[in-house]
C-alpha cells in the first residue's frame, strides 16, 4: 500500500475484506516458517557452542516454534478477529455517536483490513528476531495508522482531520 489516498478507494463486503486479508497473508505465513526454521537452525548452531546441555539446545530450537506457532495463530485467527471488533468499535464512535460517517460497517471494516496489509506483508520479518526487524516493524505501524486514517477517509467519505479525530476518540472510548 504505497499510495493509500488511490489504493483504499474501492468499496468491499466484509467476505471481500477477508479474502483480501488472507490472500494477502499467505505468502508472508509462508516466508515466517521458511525465516523461522533459518532461524532456529542459526540460534540452534549459535548457541550450542555456549550449551553443552542438550535439554537446553532443544529448548532454544523449541522457543523458536513457539514464535512460528504464534505468528501463525496471529496472523491467520487473532488479527482479523481484532480488525473486526476495532472497527466495530470506531464505527459506534463515528456512525450513531457521533453521526459523521456517511458509509456502513463494511466500509470501517476495509478500511481496517487495508492498514493492516503493511504489517501482514512484512509479519515474516517477526520470525527472523532481530533489531533490525523491530525497527522496520515500528516503521511499518506508524504507516499503518497513516494507511488506517487515509483508508478510513475515503472509505467513509469523510475529511482526513474527521478521520484521525474519531480514531483518537474511538480509543479513548474502548480504554
Known amino acids: 500500500m504505497l499510495n493509500p489516498g488511490k489504493e483504499s478507494k474501492k468499496k ?13 497473508a499467505i505468502v508472508p505465513i509462508i516466508l515466517s516458517i521458511i525465516f523461522g526454521f ?6 540452534g548452531t549459535h ?16 522457543f523458536s516454534a513457539v514464535i512460528l506457532i504464534s505468528l501463525f495463530v496471529f496472523a491467520i485467527l487473532i488479527e482479523p478477529i481484532c480488525l473486526l471488533v476495532s472497527a466495530f468499535v470506531v464505527q459506534l464512535v463515528g456512525g450513531p455517536l457521533l453521526q459523521t460517517f456517511k458509509g456502513t460497517f463494511e ?14 506483508l512484512f509479519i515474516f520479518l517477526a520470525a527472523t528476531l532481530n533489531p533490525f526487524a523491530i525497527f522496520v516493524y515500528l516503521i511499518l505501524s506508524v504507516w499503518s495508522v497513516v494507511v488506517l486514517i487515509i483508508a478510513l477517509a475515503n472509505q467513509q467519505k469523510i475529511s482526513r482531520l474527521a478521520s484521525l479525530c474519531i480514531l483518537i476518540l474511538s480509543s479513548i472510548v474502548s480504554m
Open 12 to 24: 468491499m463486503s466484509v467476505a471481500e475484506s477477508l479474502t483480501l486479508y488472507y490472500k494477502m
Open 38 to 43: 533459518a532461524a532456529a537452525m542459526v540460534l
Open 47 to 62: 548457541y550450542k557452542s555456549f550449551v553443552t546441555n542438550d535439554a537446553a539446545f532443544g529448548a532454544i530450537r523449541g
Open 107 to 120: 466500509n470501517t471494516y476495509a478500511a481496517f483490513i487495508y492498514a493492516a496489509m503493511p504489517l501482514i
